[in-house]
């Protein structure tokens, strides 16, 4: 990360000198008025604002608590330990932590060369963000949305091991650097920038961590893992001879998870990248059609026709993003 950002996050801070005068605990009147501590945007965040960010207060434990907003970490340098939900989490330099507001978390203390960022963000900065990722569909999506707006089907957190990810590092960077900048637009470039680190994200979801998920969410995240990689020429037998599953029983799961058979997820997901090629490349149709796995031009047409209610021909034509 650039040299100035890391030298402004490494000053100590008024509240880090009384802990290091003797202070043994967090003033929560810096982060809340509730006694249970639920920490409140209302201090987090300078009125008009939905995106703040505070670098992490170190040489104290932070009780377990949370927030009314979404928070996001993001490691600096070092690491820092939290407790989420129960579960330990190591976050380690280059690393991000998506907490949503059902999270009920605890923070170690860090050392002074710990250095992470807090990202105080409250939902409708996301707006922007849900748009970018809607218009190239991924089968992950829901997953990453449903966990931000505290949809209870999904963890409460997402830890992303993305040291080694340079697009993602770039971006988190710029947000940072916008806002400590205080940039003019600095609202819709940040709204942008992260939705655009959402969609690096959705295509790194091997480096992505969460909490303990039941059998059949794991199995449901393996199989939707396996479409969005092969959908062209991926196949069910396939996916069972690496997963070691039977086919007949996977088949039946699938369908039990998801409401819809195997062929058909995977159709949806074609139909959807076809969308995307159709409205952001010059490609023909006919390629995009050998693209996502049709040979069969005219199939293609008629299938497209029946989920999107038109012809790719129209569908680009009213939707077209290129100029």
């Known amino acids: 990360m650039n040299q100035e950002i890391i030298e402004r996050l490494s000053v100590i801070t008024e509240e880090e000198k009384e802990i290091l005068a003797g202070r043994q605990e967090i003033d929560q009147s810096i982060y809340t008025v509730d006694a249970r501590l639920i920490v409140d945007s209302k201090k987090m965040l300078d009125a008009g604002k939905l995106i703040q960010i505070r670098p992490h207060t170190r040489f104290v434990h932070f009780p377990k608590h949370k927030h009314n907003y979404v928070e996001v970490i993001y490691m600096c340098k070092g690491k820092t330990v939290h407790r989420i939900d129960e579960k330990e ?38 707006d922007v963000a849900f748009k970018m990722l809607g218009e190239e569909e991924n089968l992950l999506r829901d997953f990453l949305v449903g966990c931000l707006c505290t949809d209870h089907k999904y963890d409460n957190y ?25 940039q003019p637009n600095d609202r819709i470039l940040n709204q942008t920038t992260m939705g655009l680190l959402f969609m690096q994200l959705t295509n790194y979801t091997d480096k992505l961590e969460t909490a303990d998920r039941s059998f059949e969410e794991n199995l449901l995240l393996q199989v939707l893992r396996f479409i969005d990689g092969n959908y062209r020429d991926g196949q069910l037998g396939q996916l069972c001879e690496e997963s070691g599953y039977n086919v007949y029983w996977l088949s039946r799961m699938i369908k039990k998870l998801t409401g819809r058979n195997y062929k058909e997820l995977v159709q949806i997901k074609r139909l959807n990248q076809a969308s995307y090629l159709l409205l952001n490349t010059r490609a ?28 790719p021909k129209e569908y680009r034509k009213d939707n077209k993003n290129i100029g």
């Open 284 to 311: 023909s149709i006919a390629d995009i059609s050998m693209a996502v796995g049709y040979d069969n031009t005219s199939y293609f047409h008629r299938i497209f026709r029946d989920y999107y209610g038109t012809s």
């Open 158 to 182: 997402l830890h992303f091991h993305v040291a080694d990810v340079l697009p993602v590092q770039n971006l988190v960077e710029n947000m940072v650097w916008t806002i400590l900048k205080d």
């Open 89 to 126: 989490i190591i976050l380690k330099e280059g690393e991000l932590l998506f907490l949503n507001q059902d999270a009920e978390q605890e923070i170690f203390p860090a050392e002074e060369g710990d250095l992470a960022i807090n990202f105080i963000i409250l939902p409708e900065f996301f």
